[in-house]
């Protein structure tokens, strides 16, 4: 049988405090506190204790927040459809300190998936529900205008993130209120 035991622990970063969750296999959750969907896949009963995934999830942090590329990635074990899955294997591949657009991803999965179009709006939906946002780099997706839109942390800690990458942000903007986020 296997071990369903999933443990929580929170990390202090720059940006605020971080909750993250791992089971036997890997990293299942990294939530800023407050973000939209936060916490929404951990199972009742989860323990508030490290475990070694979360001890090498926290020394990745470590190393990110303090400006440099981490030269790993501790084991993860998102869940989600198939779709899901392809989209966030896609944003495991954007360089640190560099950002791609929603259309790019579109175009890169129908590719995989030999489709002649795949919609900008369902990369979007599974982008928004990456649950191990940082590590995969949901932040690094910018719409096609350069519009810094759609971070389920927010505005303010994605720009954040890539600023700490030391992303080139010129052209990049915030849409006004009233505009589609």
């Known amino acids: 049988m296997k071990d369903k035991t999933v443990y929580t622990c929170t990390y202090k970063s720059k940006l605020g405090d971080i909750l993250l969750a791992a089971?036997?296999?890997?990293?299942?959750?990294?939530w800023f506190e407050g973000q939209k969907y936060f916490a929404n896949t951990l199972p009742d009963?989860?323990?508030?204790?490290?475990?070694?995934?979360?001890?090498?999830?926290?020394?990745w942090l470590d190393i990110y927040f303090s400006g440099k590329e981490p030269d790993f990635i501790p084991p993860l074990h998102p869940t989600g459809s198939a779709f899901r899955q392809a989209v966030w294997q896609i944003l495991l591949q954007i360089p640190y300190g560099q950002t791609t657009t929603y259309g790019e991803i579109a175009k890169k999965l129908a590719k995989m998936q030999n489709a002649s179009h795949m919609s900008a709006q369902a990369v979007g939906g599974a982008v928004g529900h990456n649950e191990i946002s940082i590590i995969i780099p949901c932040h690094r997706v910018v719409g096609t205008s350069g519009s810094l839109i759609g971070y389920a942390g927010g505005i303010e800690k994605k720009i954040g993130l890539?600023?700490?990458?030391?992303?080139?942000?010129?052209g990049m903007f915030v849409p006004k209120k009233g505009t589609a986020l």
């Open 23 to 30: 089971d036997a296999i890997g990293l299942t959750g990294l």
């Open 45 to 59: 009963g989860a323990i508030s204790q490290e475990s070694l995934i979360l001890t090498e999830a926290k020394r």
């Open 162 to 170: 890539l600023k700490l990458e030391q992303t080139d942000m010129s």
